[in-house]
Nanobody, 129 residues
């Protein structure tokens, strides 16, 4: 069982930056693909970024590509989401997620919520205009 805890959310002006962190419990963190998702009020949860456990390959949707960067520190059981050039449309609750350990997830499947077995409670990010 893996428990995830996000932190780093807050209120920021448009054009600003925030770094989210997600710390995981357990001894298998380095063997999990990690993802970030977000959910705005009245909208479905959407994929933001992912980083694989094999080679730390990253994947982003076009909506955040070039602005957001996902990274991981396996020694600290932590995955990060650096968000730059934030826009009001980025306002949402941001969730960290993990696949089961040793799972090889196809790149095209990384945006699918069903690929992830563990979820954090979320952290609120609000971008003011």
């Amino acid at each position: 069982q893996v428990q995830l805890a996000e932190s780093g959310g807050g209120l920021v002006q448009a054009g600003g930056s925030l770094q989210l962190s997600c710390i995981a419990s357990g001894r298998t963190f380095s063997k999990h693909t990690m993802g970030w998702f977000r959910q705005a009020p009245g909208k479905e949860r959407e994929f933001v970024a992912a980083i694989s456990w094999i080679g730390s390959t990253t994947h982003y949707p076009d909506s955040v590509k070039g602005r957001f960067t996902v990274s991981r520190d396996d020694a600290k059981n932590t995955v990060y989401l650096q968000m730059n050039s934030l826009k009001p449309d980025d306002t949402a609750v941001y969730y960290c997620a993990a696949t089961r350990a040793y799972t090889g997830t196809r790149l095209t499947n990384l945006p699918n919520l069903q690929e992830y077995d563990y979820w954090g409670q979320g952290t609120q990010v609000t971008v003011s205009s």
